[in-house]
């Protein structure tokens, strides 16, 4: 999976202090529900 935001621009010169991934719950889910799901982000 790949995510991209189609009109967001960092300039190149930006210094990051922190970031944060925020993925809501849509009650949609794939595949067996009982085991825990780990994503890493990179």
């Known amino acids: 999976m790949e995510l991209m935001a189609m009109d967001y621009h ?8 922190c970031i944060a991934l925020i ?3 849509d009650h949609y889910f794939f595949n067996d529900t ?9």
Not at 34 to 42: E, G, K, N
């Open 23 to 25: 993925m809501g719950y």
């Open 10 to 17: 960092v300039p190149d010169d930006a210094e990051w202090d």
């Open 34 to 42: 009982l085991r825990l799901s780990h994503i890493s982000v990179h």
